[in-house]
């Protein structure tokens, strides 16, 4: 499979614990972005990356939040000390342009 | 005021109606705008792509106002198979910037 590829699928995770999701893009795809998606809403942009520079980051995101993509390949979303309002979709998505992009499964987060 | 936003849904219509969403944005540097299709709990995938005065794909045709900043989409004889969520989503810059989705619209074509 040469898509877009999340993991884990599924993290259920007590509040409090930190929790860090894995996306490895499209290869050769210099842009990877990182949003967050809960029902009914689309998907809220949270950063993005060209190669292992991170270009900007979402003024909505605490510094809970980070992100690296150390060799411009894969990257990781940290999230510290998790609370219940971050129960979500966190999606990572790809782009060889930063024009059209492809999207990964997601990961959905539960925190209880 | 939000950078892209949509039509509330839901919309449903019969098989065979035609359908059209709009989306509004609020940067006027924004060049380029597409719209994606996300069916329930799973990833949002590209349907078409607007870049200038719009374009038409089978039964999908986008179109592209610049001056009111405003696109559309609309959908030509309706399958149950269309119906999902569909987002609006601009780059919000020349040079390939972050990519912002609207809320969504969902349709659902019934029988």
């Known amino acids: 499979d040469t898509g877009v590829s999340q993991n884990p699928r599924h993290k259920i995770t007590k509040r409090g614990q930190n929790v860090t999701f894995r996306c490895d893009p499209i290869s050769e795809h210099n842009r990877l972005y990182w949003y967050r998606q809960t029902l009914g809403q689309g998907p809220e942009f949270l950063t993005y990356?060209?190669?292992?520079?991170?270009?900007?980051k979402s003024r909505l995101l605490s510094d809970r939040f980070s992100a690296e993509r150390p060799k411009g390949s894969f990257s990781t979303l940290e999230i510290q000390r998790t609370e219940q309002g971050d129960s979500a979709m966190y999606l990572c998505?790809?782009?060889?342009?930063?024009?059209?992009?492809?999207f990964g499964q997601g990961t959905r987060l539960t925190v209880v | 005021r939000k950078e892209v936003e949509q039509d509330p849904g839901p919309f449903n219509v019969p098989e065979g109606a035609t359908v059209a969403f709009n989306c509004t944005y609020s940067?006027?540097?924004?060049?380029?705008f597409f719209w994606y299709r996300q069916d329930c709990r799973k990833e949002p995938k590209l349907l078409m792509s607007v870049y200038s005065s719009g374009n038409e794909d089978g039964r999908f045709t986008a179109q592209l106002n610049r001056a009111s900043q405003y696109i559309s989409l609309l959908i030509r004889d309706s399958k149950l198979s269309d119906s999902a969520t569909y987002l609006c989503?601009?780059?919000?810059?020349?040079?390939?910037?972050?990519?912002?989705f609207g809320q969504g619209t969902e349709l659902s074509v019934k029988p």
């Open positions: 998505a790809s782009s060889p342009t930063g024009f059209e992009a492809f």
């Open positions: 990356f060209q190669n292992e520079a991170q270009l900007e």
């Open positions: 989503v601009v780059n919000m810059d020349n040079q390939g910037g972050k990519l912002i």
């Open positions: 940067n006027s540097a924004s060049q380029s």
